[in-house]
């Protein structure tokens, strides 16, 4: 009897992770100083942390993340709105 099991990983080259270390990829710039990495080969990701240390993207990281990018997003607008006003004064 055959049985068909579809996997998202390739168990292969999570095989493959565990012997030679993962390749990570940035895959996202949150911050200038958090950024979000993904393994090329059994995409796992990671994420800075507070700390700057490298941890797992879990679903509570993501949010973190995501906040942090739209507060970043917002200060840099606001920074350039600032500097228009100031060479228009
Ligand atoms: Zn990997």
């Known amino acids: 009897m055959k049985t068909s099991t ?36 059994c995409k796992k990701q990671l994420t800075t942390n507070g700390n700057g240390r490298l941890t797992e993207l879990t679903p509570k990281f993501q949010e973190i993340n995501s906040i942090l990018e739209y507060i970043h997003t917002k200060r840099k607008s606001r920074v350039e709105q600032k500097m228009y006003t100031t060479t228009a004064a």
């Open 6 to 41: 579809i996997t998202k990983t390739n168990p292969v080259s999570k095989f493959y992770c565990n012997i030679f270390g993962h390749q990570y990829d940035v895959s996202k710039l949150v911050t200038k100083h958090v950024k979000e990495y993904t393994c090329k080969c």
